[in-house]
Structure formats: structure tokens, C-alpha cells
């Protein structure tokens, strides 16, 4: 049971170049996250999905977007990456269907630097 | 405003037991409360959550005011390993799935 993996863990891009960002979980939970964590900040919810087949914005939603691929995976994606999105990046999955009284499991993280 | 609010950092000895406060004074009826703490290099780790209940789990104990406006996690006694940034969070109304951290406490524990 690997739980919340990510790949890759490091990446370097150039500004303008896109990637994706894999997310996977493996204890059946409904819904999944994405965040982001800046230097000394707390995490910001860029996307989340509630459930399979449906994504949503969270606070910092411009610069990404998101594919719920089936219910294991989450990926996200930059188009066009800028500077301003270095940081690391966080996937997380939680039971769902009342949602609110389950706890999130976070994965590794995968730290992006945009030059 | 989902925020809650927290010292910056608190400073603890080894195998004493530590406080940590938070304050959610516009918490809703709905809103459950979730403790999460992240060691250097990882993602955040879940604690304990609740709603109203005092709760206890292997890690940690939650103590909820009974106006729910603050809480308080209790670890009953600190190890080196204890040392991170604890994250109080509310989670549910009308914030819905957009679970808000705010810059957490800092935990320092000495020898």
C-alpha cells in the first residue's frame, strides 16, 4: 500500500516550456487535491475533485489545469510555465462523501523550478 | 474568513507535554477542525480532527472550547521528532473543499 505517490520528485524548467505532474493513490479514495507550498508559506489548493469526472478551482487555480484521469490518478498540468510557479507541488487524496470529517494523506511533493 | 489563526512558533523540551493553541472564532456549525504537521522536506502529515468533542488518538489529543471558537492540540509528550510545522485547519461549510492553511506554528523541541 504506497498510499499518495508523485512523479516526478524534482524537475527544472525553462520559462514557457508546460509538464505534467503525475498523482496517484491507491486506497480508493474519492476525492484528490493539488497544492502548492512557496518558501516559509503554507499550502494553497490550486484544483481539487471531488469525486471521478468532476474538478473544481481552489485559490490559486490561473497557470494550471487539472485532469482526473479515473479514480487512482490526478494529474496537473502547466501550459506555459513562469517563474512564479516554482514551488513544490502537492498531491493529496481523502475519503470523500462527507468529505469535511476525513483527513487528507499528502504525497511526497515534487519541487518545480521555473528559470 | 475560513483562517484560523496561530503563534508563529513555540518552544518545547524533550518529554514535556506541549500546548498549541488556535483560534477560529467565525468557525461555523459544520466545521470540523483538523490538526495536520509537516517535518522538513515532506508532505503534511495528518494528526487528529473533531468537531466538537474533545478527541484522542495515538499522537495527540484535541481540546475544543465549548464555543468551538479555539482548540488546542495537545502532545503529551515531546520528542525530537516532534519538531515541525503544525497546521490548524477548519475544514467543511461554507468553505467547502477549500481546506485553508494558514503558516502554521513552528515547533521547536530541545534535548
Known amino acids: 500500500n504506497a498510499g499518495v505517490t508523485q512523479t516526478p520528485k524534482f524537475q527544472v524548467l525553462k520559462t514557457g516550456q508546460s509538464m505534467t505532474l503525475q498523482c496517484a493513490q491507491d486506497m480508493n479514495h474519492n476525492s484528490m487535491y493539488w497544492y502548492r507550498q512557496d518558501p516559509g508559506m503554507g499550502l494553497r489548493l490550486i484544483y481539487y475533485?471531488?469525486?471521478?469526472?468532476?474538478?473544481d478551482k481552489g485559490e490559486v487555480p490561473n497557470g494550471y489545469n487539472v485532469s482526473r484521469l479515473n479514480k487512482r490518478e490526478f494529474s496537473l498540468r502547466l501550459e506555459s510555465a513562469a517563474p512564479s510557479q516554482t514551488s513544490v507541488y502537492f498531491c493529496?487524496?481523502?475519503?470523500?462523501?462527507?468529505?469535511?470529517?476525513?483527513?487528507?494523506?499528502f504525497g511526497p511533493g515534487t519541487r518545480l523550478t521555473v528559470t | 474568513d475560513a483562517k484560523t489563526t496561530q503563534p508563529n512558533s513555540m518552544e518545547s523540551n524533550e518529554e514535556e507535554p506541549v500546548h498549541l493553541p488556535c483560534n477560529h472564532s467565525t468557525i461555523s456549525g459544520t466545521d470540523y477542525i483538523h490538526w495536520y504537521r509537516q517535518l522538513p522536506s515532506q508532505g503534511p502529515e495528518y494528526v487528529i480532527h473533531g468537531l466538537t468533542s474533545n478527541v484522542n488518538n495515538r499522537m495527540a489529543s484535541l481540546a475544543i472550547a465549548e464555543d468551538r471558537k479555539s482548540s488546542t492540540l495537545i502532545l503529551h509528550r515531546a520528542t525530537l521528532r516532534d519538531a515541525a510545522v503544525y497546521y490548524c485547519?477548519?475544514?467543511?461549510?461554507?468553505?467547502?473543499?477549500?481546506?485553508?492553511f494558514g503558516a502554521g506554528t513552528r515547533l521547536f523541541v530541545k534535548a
Open positions: 493529496a487524496s481523502s475519503q470523500g462523501q462527507g468529505w469535511s470529517s476525513y483527513e487528507q494523506y
Open positions: 485547519i477548519r475544514r467543511g461549510g461554507t468553505g467547502g473543499f477549500k481546506t485553508i
Open positions: 475533485s471531488a469525486s471521478e469526472g468532476t474538478t
